[in-house]
């Protein structure tokens, strides 16, 4: 058994904070719902594995890890629109085609995207999304104007 360092103890809370902190402003500034938070923290670390850090000579945790440069191009924003195309045999006849979703975070595998339904009040894992980031950046600007 390893012994105890209360110094790493210290930073494992401090990077705790950070990331919950992260998460709180993701959540509030897009007025999404509280239960959110478990989804709002993967998505914080998620961003910070991908982060140049300048201890590691400005390369990110992920590239460090696996000596690979990560691809950020399906960056998109936090708390964004999102519409997918519901299946045939998912919908009945006179049901909507169209889905209305949020994105709420990332998955392991390339481009596909957590995305939250309100309807259901459920987590869907999708590829194929048209995203609406210009409400969510307009909900952005109009709170901070208000500050």
């Not at 902190?21 to 998505?43: F, I, K, R």
């Not at 519409?83 to 045939?88: A, L, Q, R």
């Amino acid at each position: 058994m390893a012994p105890h360092n209360p110094q790493q103890n210290g930073v494992t809370e401090r990077k705790n904070r950070t990331i919950v902190g992260e998460a709180q402003v993701m959540l509030h500034d897009q007025v999404l719902p509280l239960h959110l938070w478990a989804e709002a923290c993967n998505t914080t670390v998620y961003f910070h594995n991908r982060r140049p850090h300048c201890i590691l000579g400005m390369k990110t945790l992920e590239e460090a890890f696996s000596s690979k440069r990560p691809n950020v191009g399906h960056f998109k924003f936090f708390g964004s629109s999102v519409y997918f195309h519901v299946t045939k045999d998912g919908q009945k006849k006179l049901e909507p085609t169209i889905e209305l979703g949020i994105l709420v975070g990332y998955t392991d595998t390339p481009h596909n995207y957590r995305v939250y339904l309100p309807t259901s009040q459920r987590i869907v894992v999708h590829r194929d999304f048209n995203f609406d980031e210009k409400k969510a950046m307009l909900v952005s600007l109009e709170r901070e104007l208000r500050l």
